[in-house]
């Protein structure tokens, strides 16, 4: 059975000191990742997908970055932080149409 | 382009009571619809999912959706709903651009009154 894993599960973090958070999938070989923000009490909205390592597509400009270091990992990340940042952070893996969520990281810029 | 409307942000109902979450989509090819349910403080779980066939899917816990093409819809029911189904409910339509792109609607933030 597949398994995704989001890192951290929460921060807590300065406007203007940078970020990274972390995706790794277990039991899918080769998967097509995504990364997804959700605005507090928003819907969620697709940033960055990627469907091989070194290869990744923006969707969506936030000043966010993302990258694909390995065929299990997802990473996101940006230099400095905004106010607008804060929100949920998913990641997500495909089966066809079909998309499966981790748990989320939840973002609090301050 | 392609889109999703939820109407209702916020549905409140009594434990035992029927239920209908209501989605209307945009997509100009056959559409790939699902409903997602969010837990607080939780990420998302799929509850159903259409591609072709028969218009009523079953999906977890007792909710079911039927496909409308001439209404472009894609409502959810539940026959008796239970206080633990309080929680915010996704409507999404999943488009092809490179990559499978799921484009959600704004949510249904639904309370279980006991």
Known sequence: ??????????????????????????????????????????????????????????????????????????????????????????????????QYFGPGTRLTVL | AQSVTQPDARVTVSEGASLQLRCKYSYSATPYLFWYVQYPRQGLQMLLKYYSGDPVVQGVNGFEAEFSKSDSSFHLRKASVHWSDSAVYFCAVSASSGSWQLIFGSGTQLTVMP
């Open chain 1, 1 to 98: 059975a597949q398994t995704i894993h989001q890192w951290p599960v929460a921060e807590i973090k300065a406007v203007g000191s940078p970020l990274s958070l972390g995706c790794t999938i277990k039991g899918k070989s080769s998967p097509n990742l995504y990364w997804y923000w959700q605005a507090t009490g928003g819907t969620l909205q697709q940033l960055f997908y990627s469907i091989t390592v070194g290869q990744v597509e923006s969707v969506v400009q936030l000043n966010l970055s993302a990258s694909r270091p390995k065929d299990d990992q997802f990473i996101l990340s940006t230099e400095k932080l905004l106010l607008s940042h804060s929100g949920f952070y998913l990641c997500a893996w495909d089966w066809g149409y079909e």
